[in-house]
């Protein structure tokens, strides 16, 4: 323990503080993102369509499980993916109707779709309003997937006088129960009927308004057949629609006790707690099993919406789920075959897509907060940290006040690149427009599969990050390890793990060692693959993370990049590092290599440390630790000079006041390149000075302005 606190007061040292305000290199990013994110995580979001029938705001909640008043209405949003019904044996999730694609995060529900157009989730309740008109009640219903809108059908259940005293059995062949409801609405695509739960009769026929765009049912119910008045409890439930279009039809897969609702509403945050809820169904489940859902519900006064009262977006703390609207839509739904988990394509296809976000109990949104991102293993889901490793987000986020993101990826095999890797950036700047962020103080994490996507990333974006953790997940000595120079690396894995090996993770920790860059590996010799993620033992790794801010301003600069990485149909690709921009190689196929030095803003000299250790018992067992950090020592003075070594570089600019070059300064540039290039310099004041260079070595003598 001395010598790690020790290492992470050398580390702290090295130029990694973020910039001051005015300074350049200072972030401009007061969204809460660097300023070298692709262009993925710069556009807007889309807007999703309003349905034409909706006569309120749109201000449904970006939190799963919650609900707000705003304006006359009443909006609710449910989570995303979580229409898996009853569970059909008790304490066995993911029986007898497991889906392939989620065999590593099961649901607590066993119900299935048939084949055809339900997609796979077509009774998927995404979002859910009530609105009070002068003259009428409005129901809506948002659905996440609506490719045939005979699919779905949905149950309001009433307690209009919010009695608890009585059970009730839900009309329609819903199945279910819940206490004192009174009045229920039926809503399908060929109309909605209102009911006398009591005695079953049709108290009207109304029509529904089905907008496919918006994915949504609406109804609008006139007072002179429902008056709201008072207090009522409102609830919700879905399935799928039978023939007619009046009443559930089986759920594929329910046992024969079981109801015919896939999904209920009004279930909040605190009744699907994150332990083992991949898909935040347990409640759901447990509740469907025993066919009363009086748990799940929503009170509703008219007054509240008669007045017009806005309540605040629910901000819950620790783990929870938020949607974004994303820029792709592969198809709606979601895929079921084994190939989701082989071919690494989009399983989860809609528009819609979840992440997890943990939020510290004391975060304050006065206080740019560090962000963390942990990155799902393979076969798992962005609940996976949520579900599995509640001691790591005590230590990552809880204890560090970071707030932490999990993202989908689409998928539980995209290995972070395109869709995947979209979805990273998406997510990212969603959070950042959630959360207030601190730019400089961004860690990337994952297992497994997650591990090689925090490398994958902190090699191709280098000054993005503070740190990369990589738990069993190393991709080996490859040549982009030459560009985490200023990105701290942990290694961690079992000399036992059947999944990746561990020469891999020897290889990596040399690669770096022999570049003299800062890491720290922990060989463990007892773990495995699986049982080290489950043991959840990764508190070495969180003190890693610390309060590490990256580095802005180095002086010396390494990156290489290969072109074949670069997705520009998804937006991310190669963008700059540091005080590099606008790259780009000059022929595809070999890598672009670039080794820049700035000595008018040196680096300090270094001396490695290495070090070498075993932590016992260790965290989950014993490990042998081997470690490289820098001892810092004197600055050499500055010199208005800069140096390149270029290969394969077609274009590059340099951002002048980053690398030190003030304004009214002569300064040189020495290139040393093998072949034509342009290069760019952009001056402190906004100018841009363009040299075309040929192959050989040049001495540049330039003015800035």
């Known amino acids: 323990m001395a010598m790690l606190t020790a290492c992470a007061l050398v580390v702290g040292l090295l130029g990694a503080a973020p910039a001051q305000a005015g300074q350049p290199g200072a972030s401009r990013a007061s969204s809460g993102m660097p300023d070298d994110v692709p262009a993925a995580a710069l556009r807007p979001a889309p807007t999703l369509p309003v349905p034409a029938a909706w006569p309120g705001p749109e201000r449904f909640p970006r939190t799963a499980g919650t609900g707000r008043l705003a304006g006359g209405g009443y909006y609710w949003t449910d989570w995303i993916y979580d229409d898996h019904g009853a569970r059909g044996l008790p304490g066995v999730p993911g029986a007898p109707g497991a889906d392939p694609a989620e065999q590593g995060v099961p649901s607590f529900g066993d119900y299935s779709y048939p084949p055809g157009p339900a997609d796979n989730n077509g009774a998927d309740i995404f979002r859910a309003g009530i609105f009070l008109e002068p003259a009428a009640t409005v129901w809506r219903v948002d659905w996440n997937t609506l490719a045939d809108p005979s699919v779905p059908i949905a149950e309001w259940a009433f307690a209009t006088g919010g009695s608890t005293s009585t059970g009730s059995l839900w009309p329609a062949g819903a199945g279910v129960r819940s206490p004192g409801i009174d009045r229920a609405m039926v809503v399908s695509s060929r109309g909605a009927s209102l009911l006398d739960v009591r005695s079953g009769a049709v108290l009207a026929r109304l029509p529904v308004d089905v907008d496919l765009g918006a994915r949504s049912f609406v109804v609008r119910v006139p007072r002179r057949v429902l008056a709201p008045s008072g207090s009522w409890i409102v609830r919700l439930a879905s399935g799928l629609a039978n023939a007619s279009g009046d009443g559930f039809a089986p759920a594929r897969g329910a046992l024969p006790t079981e109801p015919a609702v896939y999904n209920v509403a009004f279930r909040g945050v605190a009744q699907e707690p994150p332990g083992d809820n991949f898909w935040n169904d347990d409640g759901q489940a447990a509740a469907l099993a025993g066919g009363d859902v009086s748990a799940f519900s929503a009170t509703i006064r008219w007054a509240d919406l008669a007045a017009r009262h806005t309540t605040p977006e629910p901000a819950p703390t620790g783990w929870s789920d938020r949607w974004y609207v994303s820029s792709i839509e592969p198809g709606q739904g979601e895929r079921t075959d084994v190939g989701g988990i082989a071919d690494g394509k989009p399983v989860y296809l809609g528009r819609i897509q979840p992440y997890a976000v943990y939020v510290p109990s004391r975060y304050d949104p006065a206080r740019p907060a560090p962000l963390t991102f942990l990155l799902h293993s393979l076969t798992q889901n962005h609940n996976q940290y949520a579900a599995t490793t509640p001691k790591l987000s005590q230590e990552a986020c809880e204890a560090r006040q970071s707030i932490c993101v999990g993202t989908l990826g689409r998928g539980p095999a995209g290995g972070f690149v395109n869709e995947a890797q979209l979805d990273f950036w998406e997510v990212w700047r969603e959070a950042a427009s959630a959360y207030r962020l601190?730019?400089?103080?961004?860690?990337?994490?994952?297992?497994?599969?997650?591990?090689?996507?925090?490398?994958?990333?902190?090699?191709?974006?280098?000054?993005?990050?503070?740190?990369?953790?990589?738990?069993a997940g190393a991709a080996g000595n490859t040549p982009s390890l030459d560009n985490v120079r200023w990105v701290p690396v942990y290694l961690a894995g079992g000399a036992a793990d059947e999944l990746v090996p561990v020469t891999d993770e020897i290889a990596e920790a040399q690669g770096l060692d022999r570049r003299g860059f800062r890491y720290r590996y922990l060989l463990y010799p007892a773990e495995d693959h699986v049982a080290f993620e489950l043991q959840d033992g990764f508190s070495d790794a969180a003190r890693f993370m610390g309060s590490a801010a990256r580095a802005t301003r180095p002086g010396h600069v390494t990156f290489r990049w290969n072109d074949s990485g670069n997705s520009p149909a998804f937006g991310y690709g190669t963008t700059g590092a540091y005080w590099l921009?606008?790259?780009?190689a000059r022929s595809a196929g070999p890598d672009a290599l670039i080794d820049a030095t700035s000595a008018a803003d040196p680096d300090p000299s270094v001396t490695d440390v290495r070090t070498h250790d075993v932590l016992v018992p260790g965290d989950p067992s014993p490990a042998i630790v081997t470690q490289l950090d820098w001892r810092l020592g004197p600055h050499p003075p500055p010199e208005p000079a800069i140096a390149l070594n270029l290969g394969n570089v077609g274009a590059l600019s340099i951002r002048l006041a980053d690398a030190g070059i003030g304004p009214r300064t002569t300064y040189t540039v020495d290139v040393t390149t093998d072949g034509a290039t342009t290069l760019t310099l952009l001056g402190p004041d906004g100018s841009a000075t363009q040299v075309q260079l040929g192959a050989g070595r040049q001495h540049l003598i330039e003015s800035s302005h």
Do not use: K, N, W
């Open 438 to 471: 601190d730019p400089d103080r961004t860690v990337v994490a994952g297992y497994s599969m997650g591990g090689f996507g925090a490398g994958l990333l902190a090699e191709g974006h280098p000054d993005l990050f503070a740190r990369a953790i990589l738990l």
């Open 581 to 584: 921009r606008d790259l780009q």
